[in-house]
C-alpha cells in the first residue's frame, strides 16, 4: 500500500509539472507571434506633445494675455484660477454671482459687482509684445486684491478685463473700493510712462432686479467711460517712446 500510494504522489508530481511545462510553452508562443506581428505592422506614432511647465515643475497653461479665451476653455475643468493672475476664471466667477444672487434674492442683503477694464492693453501688446502685458496684469491684479476684503470676490474675465463682486455693500460703499483702486493703478501706471488706464463700472441689484441685472448695467457704465476717454483721449506716443518691458516691473503700491 505504501508503495502504491508513493506511485501516485509521483504520479500527480510529473501530471503537474507537465502543466507548468506546457503552459510555459504556451506563453512563449504567445510573445513570440506578438513579436512577429508588431514587426509586420508597426505602430505609427504621432508626434511628441509638448507641455510646457510653471516654475514648479507642473502642467501649466499659457499666460498670454492674447490667448485667454482658450486658457479659460482649458483650465475650464481643472482649474478655477487664472495662472497668470492668480484670480478666479469666468466659470467660478458665475457660479459665484449666481450663489450670491439666489442669497439677495432670500434674504435681501445687499452686494455690488465692479467691472474694470485696463484701457490701452492691446497697444500694448502691439508695440512691446505679450510679455509686457504678462508683468503688467499680475501687478493690477494684485493691487485689486489687496484694496479688497477678505470677503470679496475677485476674477479675470477677459484679456484685460477684471471683476469684482462686494457682498454687503451697495453702490455708495463700493466708491471708496472704486477710488482706492483707481488711484492706486493709475498713479503706478502714470508713474512709468505706461499708457493704460482703468475703465470702470459697478452697479447694485435693486429690490426689483437681480445681481445678473446689475452685472449688465456696471459693464454698460464701464463702456460709457471707454467712449469718453476715447473722445478725450490723445493718440499714444510714438513706439521709440514708449519704455521697454522691463520699465513696467514691480507693482502698485497701497494707497
Known amino acids: 500500500l505504501g508503495r502504491l500510494a508513493d506511485m501516485n504522489v509521483n ?3 510529473l501530471t503537474l509539472l507537465a502543466i507548468l511545462v506546457a503552459a510555459n510553452a504556451l506563453l512563449i508562443a504567445v510573445v513570440v507571434v ?3 506581428f508588431r514587426r509586420r ?3 505609427v506614432a504621432g508626434p511628441p506633445r509638448q507641455v510646457r511647465t510653471d516654475f514648479a515643475g507642473s502642467p501649466a497653461l499659457s499666460r498670454s494675455a492674447v490667448s485667454f479665451e482658450d486658457l479659460t476653455d482649458s483650465a475650464r475643468s481643472t482649474t478655477r484660477t487664472d495662472p497668470l ?3 478666479l476664471l469666468p466659470t467660478e466667477w458665475n457660479r459665484i454671482v449666481s450663489d450670491e444672487d439666489a442669497r439677495i434674492g432670500r434674504y435681501g442683503h445687499r452686494a455690488t459687482v465692479v467691472i474694470i477694464e485696463l484701457e490701452g492693453l492691446e497697444k500694448l501688446i502691439s508695440v ?5 502685458a504678462d508683468r503688467v496684469l499680475p501687478a493690477v491684479a494684485d493691487a485689486l486684491s489687496r484694496n479688497a476684503r477678505g470677503a470679496d470676490h ?3 474675465l477677459g484679456p484685460g478685463r477684471f471683476g469684482v463682486l462686494l457682498p454687503e455693500t451697495g453702490e455708495v460703499e463700493a466708491v471708496n473700493y472704486v477710488e482706492r483702486v483707481r488711484q492706486v ?3 503706478w501706471l502714470e508713474s ?3 499708457a493704460l488706464r482703468l475703465a470702470i463700472g459697478w452697479a447694485s441689484p435693486t429690490t426689483e432686479t437681480t445681481l445678473g441685472d446689475a452685472l449688465i448695467l456696471a459693464t454698460d457704465r464701464m463702456y460709457s467711460e471707454l467712449r469718453r476717454d476715447a473722445r478725450r483721449a490723445v493718440d499714444l506716443a510714438p513706439e521709440d517712446d514708449l519704455p521697454p518691458p522691463h520699465g513696467i516691473e514691480g507693482s502698485p503700491s497701497p494707497a
Open 154 to 156: 475677485l476674477a479675470r
Open 41 to 43: 505592422h508597426p505602430v
Open 192 to 194: 512709468g510712462a505706461i
Open 11 to 13: 504520479q500527480n508530481v
Open 34 to 36: 506578438r513579436s512577429m
Open 185 to 187: 493703478c493709475d498713479l
Open 128 to 132: 512691446l509684445g505679450e510679455d509686457a
Open 85 to 87: 493672475t492668480g484670480l
